[in-house]
């Protein structure tokens, strides 16, 4: 059992500066008792994974809205694995096609949360995926 | 006739005892509070003469042209761009044999944040959501067949905009255009980067100078050019109010007024190529009025603050686009639906140029079919509504006007506040517009969330719908374009290509004029990234405070 609140990455790769999604998740996850942390823009793979990893975090969502998400997705899912960081939940949100989301599957990644989400079920989906993997 | 209070009081509350109005607030998307009825006393004081005044007459409240639509309608441009310049190319040849009346270039992000796109930062981003343009060779494949004296093109591009409007300039050169004839649009506003769309590279103070370097060099060499589209669409999208949109906007004008002067330049030779660019957004009679306050507080700032001359400089001309973060990703189609009526209010509030977004935009960039039903939908606006046939046919509203006059006082009462942090600079160094925004964006997001406000298919109305067919961009996209990029720099003379980056690297230095070494740079050959690199390290590059 792990009660310590849910620690969250979020994140934006790359070269997309739309910030709006991110941030507005990040003070949705936090007005909802977890600790957030915002790397703030262009990050790369190894920037965002060893953040991850620094922060002891529990999910790490990626905020993509320039069409490049399926590059950082399997970037990033990679390099977990290859820290030894796999229970990190791995979920996003952006500008991503439904064509897109088998192969996001099976890379490993979590919900993808495309424009008209609910924060409301960005915070349950977080909530309910830790607690199921820190029970598991 | 009761005067409205004494209706209110009595006929209307006498009647919602009976029958309760259908929510516990009105007010427009930017809180602004909408009352159950505007009368004429709503109007007391309202001057027609000075508030309005004629079409093409100060304040040109009613718009900048004496004809507006009766004479020309607004210029039908269409934002593309994806994956090769051959790609776009043909995109551009589908959308004017389609009936547009100008182009406007959507960059990559490897382009618009000043990178090669062989570069490091550039992997996955290539031609995804605009088109790559690296060098002069990029430049002429994406505009092969297209006259640059008879079609305006706009660019969306910023940080690096001198350079890539160098390269637009030598394109047209090479093709035997006269360049006193070549019209068109360069976004070239950086502060709204600062403040929104975050696609700087250097810090504000060079970034800024780099704009005004235009300001100065444009009306000598390619009169016809707006050098500048100060802009709110990415200001609105980024999450602010109508009112912010409006007021961050023209006090970025401002600003760049204030810094164009301060370099000793006249401000009826600029003034005049100074362009804007808002959003149209779901709340319709608030877009229209912000169109209709944003040029009357123009006119007066120029002509009454800044003391111009030139009734051309008083003028403020704008594009508009609809509101790309009003698309969803549920059921799509009625997307079209949205954009109609965005559309209608950007042509009622009198726009002289127009995007529509195509209705899968939350999903991709759009398909050829999408963006062609865009544009018929500007065509239906066009010539079956009516609309056009009489100018700004909405004056005299009680509603309009009294909220045009609203939407002007809270945007001067803005001013004041971004005046007394020193003005838009210091504002941007203190994170005032990052919180502005930051909180604006937060409560739209509780509304929808706790459903104060309904999304046709987000959170009301939701039912399952059928997937619609989006546009790929393949990976060939990056071979194409890394190979042209490597024949150009094999091919290109290397002394040129050194001796324009010296000269960049000088003007940069010294602090003159960067628009001749641009040129130069464009017409050796030299990459965007390497014209960046030497500009970064002359001006250092600009991280901002990470805010939440």
Known sequence: ?136 | MKPKNQWLAEDYAEATAQFPERDAVFETLSGIPVEPLYTADDLAGFDPATQLGHPGEFPYTRGVQSTMYRGRLWTMRMFAGFGTAEQTNERFHKLLAAGQTGLSTAFDLPTLMGYDSDHPMSQGEVGKCGVAVASLADMEVLFEGIDPEKITTSMTINSPANAIWAMYLAMAERKGADLKKVGGTLQNDILKEFIAQKEYIYPPAPSVKLVIDTFEWGPQVAPRFNFISVSGYHIREAGSTAVQELAFTLADGIHYVRKALERGLDIDDFAPRISFFFNVHNDFFEEIAKFRAARRIWAHQMRDVFGAKNPRSWMLRTHAQTAGVSLTAQQPLVNMSRVAIQALAGVLGGTNSLHTDAYDEALSVPTEEAATLALRTQQVVAYETGVTNTIDPLAGSYYLESLTDEMERQTLEYFRQIDALGGVEAAIEEGYFAREIGDASWRQQRDIDDKRRLIVGVNAFEQEYPEVPIQLVDAEVVRVQNARLAQVRSQRDQLAVDAALASLREAAKRGSNTMPAFMECARAYCTLGEQMDVLREVYGVYEEPVLI
């Open chain 1, 1 to 136: 059992m792990n009660d310590r609140p849910i620690r969250v990455l979020i994140a934006k790769p790359g070269l997309d500066g739309h910030d709006r999604g991110a941030k507005v998740i990040a003070r949705a996850l936090r007005d909802a008792g977890m600790e957030v942390v915002y790397t703030g823009l262009r990050q790369t793979s190894d920037m965002i994974v060893n953040a991850a990893i620094q922060e002891d975090v529990d999910a790490v969502g990626l905020s993509v809205l320039s069409g490049a998400h399926m590059h950082y997705f399997r970037e990033i899912s990679a390099a977990l694995g290859l820290r030894q960081a796999s229970d990190i939940l791995l979920f996003g949100g952006g500008i991503v096609p439904d064509q897109d989301l088998e192969e996001l599957e099976q890379l490993g990644v979590g919900r993808i949360f495309t424009p008209g989400s609910s924060t409301n079920d960005v915070v349950d989906y977080v909530r309910t995926a830790i607690a199921g993997r820190r029970h598991a």
